[in-house]
């Protein structure tokens, strides 16, 4: 065998190789439907434009996908009369928002380009989208993610509760092949968008035997919350910001709110438990340029958890039910 044919040789098999394993990548509809991603950034940017809360919607539903089964737009399946689904877990119910307005990109796409585009790259698409249209920055996400049959709500167990101290993050994020540093970044999400009094209430009353309250919150912060969500979780639908200076806008505030003791959660404040994560935040506060280039990076590698691509799972229809 000459050499030409040798290196021929090598590289189709490393082309069948890489096709094979049918990763994710940039512009995956550009020849078969290339105005999928604006379509998208049209309906983000309407949404956006009625209510500037459903970009952090947005967001919050793309991490609650990958986490659950992988990004496979498994979180917009409805539950049916035989399977309650994930989105009727406590972790996604009522707080998970934003599903009209992937219901609305995912029907503009089908009559553009019929069963082309999957309900869980239109989810990454419209991520990327509100984190650019908040202030935060652009980033090519790349394309090709299926969409899954099963949603369980049993599987929310993946998502971290509100309560989790660092260990147990970084051990759930690790499980799902993050970093812990991947962790930190990616928790900076919380700089925009809100949260019901029933996810953090546990902070304010009856917080341990030697505390009324939960010590590592700052004390005017608390007691101007408790006004806000009185008696703990009377009202199930009260929800305050969880940036308030800035709820609205992908900037550093979040870190900055950490390093005050305002952290919203649990999970917010045990970022400042060991020396590394306290660097980490100290760092992302002071430099947002560098915080949003690594959130960019890190909701990519996010956005490629156990994806199906290739002919495994299917695009679905309608993204909230399984196609027959
Ligand atoms: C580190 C572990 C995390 C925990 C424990 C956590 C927990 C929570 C909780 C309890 C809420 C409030 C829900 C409510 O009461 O309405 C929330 C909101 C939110 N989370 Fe997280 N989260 C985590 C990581 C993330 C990540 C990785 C992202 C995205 C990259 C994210 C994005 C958001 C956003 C944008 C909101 C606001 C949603 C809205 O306004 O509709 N979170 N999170
Ligand atoms: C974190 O929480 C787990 C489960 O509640 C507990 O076993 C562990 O000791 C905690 N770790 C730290 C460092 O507090
Ligand atoms: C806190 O404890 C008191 C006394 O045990 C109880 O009456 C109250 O309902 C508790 N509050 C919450 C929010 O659990």
Redesign the pocket.
């Known amino acids: 065998m000459s050499y030409i044919q040798y290196t021929v040789l090598v590289l189709v098999s490393l082309q069948y190789i890489v096709h094979s394993q049918a990763q994710l990548y940039v512009g995956f509809y550009s020849g078969t439907c290339s105005a999928a991603e604006l379509i998208v950034k049209e309906e983000v940017a309407k949404a956006y434009s009625q209510d500037r809360?459903l970009a952090?919607?947005l967001?919050?539903l793309?991490?609650h996908d990958c986490f659950v089964r992988g990004c496979d737009a498994s979180v917009l399946i409805d539950s049916t009369p035989s399977n309650k689904a994930e989105k009727d877990s406590p972790a996604n119910n009522p707080?998970?928002?934003?599903f009209n307005i992937i219901d609305n990109a995912k029907a503009r796409l089908e009559a553009l380009c019929p069963h082309v585009v999957s309900c869980a790259d239109i989810i990454a698409f419209a991520a990327r989208d509100s984190f650019e249209i908040t202030g935060g920055q652009g980033y090519e996400v790349p394309g090709g993610r299926r969409d899954g049959k099963i949603s369980r709500i049993a599987n929310t167990k993946a998502?971290?509760?509100?309560t989790?101290n660092l260990t147990q993050?970084t051990q759930?994020?690790s499980s799902h092949g993050l970093t812990q540093e991947e962790?930190v970044t990616?928790?900076g999400?919380?700089t925009?968008?809100?949260?019901?009094c029933?996810?953090?209430a546990s902070r304010l009353f009856n917080f341990s035997q030697s505390f009324n309250q939960d010590p590592n919150f700052n004390a005017l912060y608390a007691s101007k919350l408790k006004q806000e969500c009185p008696n703990g979780n009377s009202n199930a639908n009260s929800?305050v910001p969880?940036n308030p200076n800035s709820p609205t806008i992908s900037d550093t505030g979040y870190y900055v709110d950490v390093l005050n003791k305002r952290g919203l959660?649990t999970?917010d404040q045990s970022l400042l438990t060991s020396r590394n994560t306290a660097n980490q935040v100290h760092r992302n506060a002071m430099d947002p340029v560098l915080w949003k280039s690594k959130f960019a990076k890190a909701?990519v590698k996010?956005g490629g958890i156990r994806v199906l691509t290739g002919h495994h799972g299917e695009i679905r229809l309608n993204c909230r039910v399984v196609n027959n």
């Open positions: 809360g952090a919607g967001i919050r793309h991490f707080s998970l928002r934003g998502l971290p509760p509100a989790a993050l759930m994020f962790m990616l928790s999400a919380h925009i968008g809100r949260a019901h029933t996810s953090f929800v969880m959660f999970s909701m996010m």
